[in-house]
């Protein structure tokens, strides 16, 4: 069975066309993220602060500040993606440089904890019978004077999540489990992100039930990912990250008009075809919107001159008042009230209908076994559903 990544698993939530090219078609991408590489950066250095820690240096903040400076120089290379036009190589380098002098003002001399190890790597089982296994990279694991064992992760992103943010999140959590399989003993285990750049750290505890239930989270997931058939890809802030653009069908005629001069993308057929379609939605919108008037116009003509059929020059219409008995939607407050009457005057079979719309929802989800799945499956047949949906881009071109 493979051996599953928390990075693995979150890329399957966040867009499965993104997991399958990665890690089912194994296709490489030698482009990198410039926060990806600012962030391994700040992690090799503090790595080497407590790793050098254990043979009793402590580094200075400048000798720090140079070993980062240098693996930045050795690791720098020309397919670092900067999205951020304003931005350059160097406002990151002196960012990663200002993330760990914080670091280090908060923490030095470094001697609150125990380090048992810097980068450490796990890889174990869900379960007994090593069906759902998993392997995870632990940036510090200490061990403090009371015994409790602290699993640290260094953040250096923009964002600073709330506790509730954090007291979800599923990547320490199975390390937590994966610590507590290697050293069964360990009584209090406490997980801890540091933000580097907002000075600050979140905390959290899991407690035995949260476990069990991330525990069996992971497990549909997994067992999720292992039968799927269909990998569609889902658009996200994470896209502009994304090194697939060129293979996904939601981003490759953007690489592929974005490139062209302004003259030929005017002309590219796929750029002629929206325009169009945009212009003549916007004229029906407007159309649509005179009918409604003109509709009422006439109502109010009919009632007005007693007529119900109106004469025109070509075509005559005829005008229809009615009423129409309407009962609380399925969502209404009033809805249970009125099932109740009904069921308790034993009429609910004559009255109720099976909810196909819930039932799509049932199969596509696989929320009942598959056993009954399938029986239901022999009525159920696949009708195109063709549609086209227009946003606005984020930037005009
Ligand atoms: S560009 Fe977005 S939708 Fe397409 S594969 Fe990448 S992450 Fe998924």
Redesign the pocket.
């Known amino acids: 069975m493979p051996v599953y990544s928390h990075s693995q698993l979150s890329m399957y939530e966040?867009?499965p066309?993104?997991y399958k090219?990665r890690y089912r078609d194994d296709i490489k991408r030698d482009i990198e993220g410039i926060d990806g590489f600012l962030g391994s950066r700040v992690h090799e250095t503090l790595q080497k602060c407590y790793d050098d820690l254990r043979f009793t240096k402590l580094n200075s903040l400048n000798d720090l500040l140079a070993y980062y400076n240098k693996i930045w120089q050795e690791n720098w290379h020309d397919s670092i993606i900067i999205t951020r036009q304003e931005l350059t190589q160097e406002h990151y380098r002196a960012l990663g440089e200002k993330l760990i002098e914080t670091y280090y003002k908060r923490y030095s001399p470094f001697d609150t904890d125990i380090t048992i190890g810097t980068e450490l790597s796990f890889n174990f089982s869900l379960d007994d019978d090593d069906k759902y296994r998993l392997r995870g990279i632990i940036d510090r694991l200490s061990r403090t004077q009371d015994d409790v064992y602290e699993i640290h992760d260094y953040k250096t992103s923009k964002n600073l999540p709330g506790q509730q943010e954090a007291d979800k999140d599923k990547q320490l959590g199975l390390y937590q489990i994966g610590v507590q399989k290697r050293w069964p003993d360990v009584k209090s285990i406490k997980l801890i992100w540091h933000y580097l750049a907002f000075d600050t750290e979140l905390v959290s505890y899991r407690t035995p039930e949260a476990i069990s239930s991330l525990v069996q989270d992971t497990k549909d997931l997994i067992d999720e990912i292992e039968s799927a058939q269909d990998f569609p890809?889902?658009?996200?802030w994470?896209?502009d990250w994304?090194e697939?653009?060129d293979l996904?069908p939601?981003?490759k005629h953007f690489l592929k008009v974005e490139a062209l001069p302004v003259n030929e993308y005017l002309n590219e057929p796929g750029v002629t075809l929206v325009n169009k379609y945009v212009t003549l939605r916007n004229e029906k919108t407007k159309i649509e919107g005179e009918m409604e008037k003109v509709r009422e116009a006439m109502f109010d003509y009919a009632r007005k001159e007693e007529v119900e059929v109106i004469k025109g020059s070509d075509c005559k219409a005829l005008v229809k008042f009615g009423e129409k008995l309407k009962f609380p939607g399925k969502n209404d407050a009033e809805r249970p009230e009125l099932d109740d009457i009904v069921k308790g005057a034993g009429k609910w079979d004559e009255v109720s209908q099976l909810d196909t719309t819930s039932l799509v929802r049932v199969v596509e989800n696989s929320l009942w076994s598959k056993d009954l799945i399938d029986k239901v499956m022999k009525y159920g047949r696949i009708e195109e559903t063709d549609s086209i949906h227009i946003s606005k881009l984020k930037e005009e071109k």
């Open positions: 966040d867009c066309l993104k090219l890809p889902k658009e996200s994470l896209c994304c697939y653009p996904c939601r981003r």
